[in-house]
Structure formats: structure tokens, C-alpha cells
């Protein structure tokens, strides 16, 4: 409601060091997530109930590389990933969810951890199965360059599964109410840039 706090979230996290790096481990909980709106869904709209939400995460540096996780989900089921349509009636209502795994490799190629390769893989479900609002997966290949300890040149290439667009996932801007969402949609991007401080 405007001009109301109708929300507060928690964190709490652990680093331990290890011999060869660390690892942190953490959780968050955030009372009234995004993920609460009913058929048709139109993203940030007011709801009509809260929707919390949690996840748990890790990073670890064991030497030249670095891992990271993470998994997150709605406590409950999200109402706007059922469709009154008839037909999808067949799928129910979702908690969304998603997780992450990825990792970096640091090497030397002018200067100590100055060049590394990454790779990471995401799913975000927020849909039953087989709705075209389903899931959408991303692949993500980069690589990172620091020319000089304060500019780094970058590169990704990404490579995205599903297409879910939270505005409508599951139908409702169009007259027969049909979602717009596709499954087994395939989009590839190259990514390239530069990031300096001074």
C-alpha cells in the first residue's frame, strides 16, 4: 500500500578461510516478494496478498577458482502462473523458483590473475509442466581481461532457452487470452565491453 512499510527481508551469511581461499555461505528471506499478482499478471502491481520468498547461496575461492550457487523459491504458489483460459486448464498454479551455478578461473597472462574464463548456468520455473511459461534457461560463456589493474575488457556470449516475460507470462494481453510465452524459444547474444575506474 502507498506510503506504507509493508515489507522487510533478512540476510545472514558465513565466511570461513581456508587454507587454499574461503567459503561463505548465506540465506535471505524477504516477507513480500514480486512474485504475488493473479491472472492476468502485470509485474509490480499491487496484489492482493503477500508472497514470501527465500534462497540460499555460496561463494567459494579455492585458488585460481571461484564457484557460486544459489537456489530461491516463493513459500508459496505464485496464483498468476494459472490461466482461466480453457486451454490451460489442464496447468496449476507454481512457487517460482530459480538457481545458479557458475565459476571463474583466474591465469597469468602479463600480470598476476589479470585474465580469466567463466561459465554459468541459470533456471528461472514459473510455470507448470509443459505451460509455455514453463521455465526459461540461460548459458552464459565470458571472458574478462585487465589490461591495467584498473580496465578490463570483457566478452560473454549467452544463450537463453524458454522466453517468459513476467508481464503476461501466462496470457491476458491478447483477446483469446493466450500467453505469449514459448518454451522452446532460442535467442543467442554476444556481449562485449569495458569497464574502467578512475
Request: net charge negative; hydrophobic share 40%.
Amino acid at each position: 500500500m502507498p506510503s506504507r512499510v509493508n515489507n522487510f527481508t533478512f540476510d545472514a551469511n558465513y565466511t570461513a578461510a581456508l587454507d587454499a581461499g574461503s567459503v561463505m555461505v548465506g540465506a535471505s528471506y524477504t516477507h513480500a516478494s514480486a512474485y504475488c499478482q493473479a491472472y492476468p499478471v502485470f509485474h509490480f502491481n499491487p496484489c492482493d496478498d503477500n508472497n514470501p520468498a527465500w534462497a540460499v547461496y555460496s561463494r567459494a575461492e579455492l585458488g585460481a577458482f571461484e564457484l557460486l550457487a544459489e537456489y530461491g523459491s516463493t513459500t508459496e504458489e505464485w496464483p498468476g502462473t494459472a490461466s482461466p483460459v480453457p486451454f490451460y486448464s489442464q496447468f496449476e498454479a507454481v512457487k517460482a523458483e530459480s538457481f545458479t551455478l557458475g565459476g571463474r578461473y583466474w591465469m597469468n597472462l602479463h600480470r598476476e590473475d589479470d585474465f580469466a574464463l567463466s561459465a554459468e548456468f541459470s533456471r528461472f520455473i514459473s510455470g507448470d509442466d509443459g505451460a509455455p511459461w514453463e521455465r526459461q534457461d540461460q548459458y552464459v560463456f565470458g571472458a574478462s581481461y585487465f589490461v591495467v589493474p584498473n580496465v578490463n575488457l570483457f566478452g560473454e556470449l549467452i544463450h537463453t532457452r524458454g522466453w517468459v516475460p513476467l508481464n503476461f507470462l501466462s496470457g491476458g494481453n491478447f483477446a483469446d487470452g493466450t500467453s505469449w510465452s514459448e518454451s522452446d524459444a532460442e535467442t543467442n547474444v554476444i556481449a562485449v565491453g569495458v569497464q574502467a575506474a578512475f
